[in-house]
Every structure is written in C-alpha cells, then in structure tokens.
C-alpha cells in the first residue's frame, strides 16, 4: 500500500485544517450521557478537563472514565458522583482502590503494553479521547 495516498485517506483534510485551541470546560460541553472517555496516563491526565467534567457532573448520568493509571485526586471517584461517572480502571491506584472496592468502578487487569490492543480490538470504543501532545509541526504532525 502506498503510504502516502494511506495518509491522505486515513487523515484527509487535516492539512489545511489548523487546530482548535478550546478550555476545558469548552471540551467538557463536548461530553454526553453514556459517552465513554479514556483519560490520558498517569501524569498525562488532563486536571482541567477532569475538573471541568466534574461541574457538569448533575448534568450527565452513566459517564465511563477508563485509563491505564491516573495520578492525584480524581474527583469523579467521590461517592456523591456515583449515578454521574462509573471508573473503569486498567490499573488500581490508591486513588481508585477504594471506589472499585465499594462497587463503584470496575477493574481490568492487564499490563502496559496491551493498551493499545483493548483499542484496536475495539473492546475500549472511546466517545472522548484525552491526549497531551506537542503543537503540531509545519507538516501538522505531533507527537
């Protein structure tokens, strides 16, 4: 397959596109009830939206957060939130622990690198993604 005319399909009009610079509470409007959102890893969690989403929380109902391991306070984890956001973890942190214990939030044991696997296999279909990425270059690539 040519690689180029892949990426001219699979990305199609991304290079005349330029990016949309939102707040985060501009994309936590974006969430709708019963959307699945994949939080970003450990320390690439967005704060922000995780804030954000959590003042919309008497809004939503049956919202899925899933991640491989998030960092620091999650708020959505308190009880009081428990009709708006279930936690489906990949891994067990001290922060979710006791939320998954109580039966509000799930675990899926698994290890690092079958990610992207739940992904591509389409057992984890996001609604919402959250990555941290470097601004795009002059080809409109980030890493």
Known sequence: MNSSKYAE????GMKSERPKNITADQAAILIKSGNLIVNGHSSASSRAFIQAMVK????????????VRVEGPAEYLSPCYKNSFFH???MLRPNSRKSMLEGNADYIPNRYGQMHVFLQEGFVKPDIALLQLNPPDSF????
């Open 88 to 90: 489906n973890a990949f």
């Open 9 to 12: 399909t699979r990305f199609k």
């Open 140 to 143: 409109g690539h980030c890493t």
């Open 56 to 67: 919309r929380a008497e809004e939503l109902k049956n919202v899925w957060i899933t991640h």
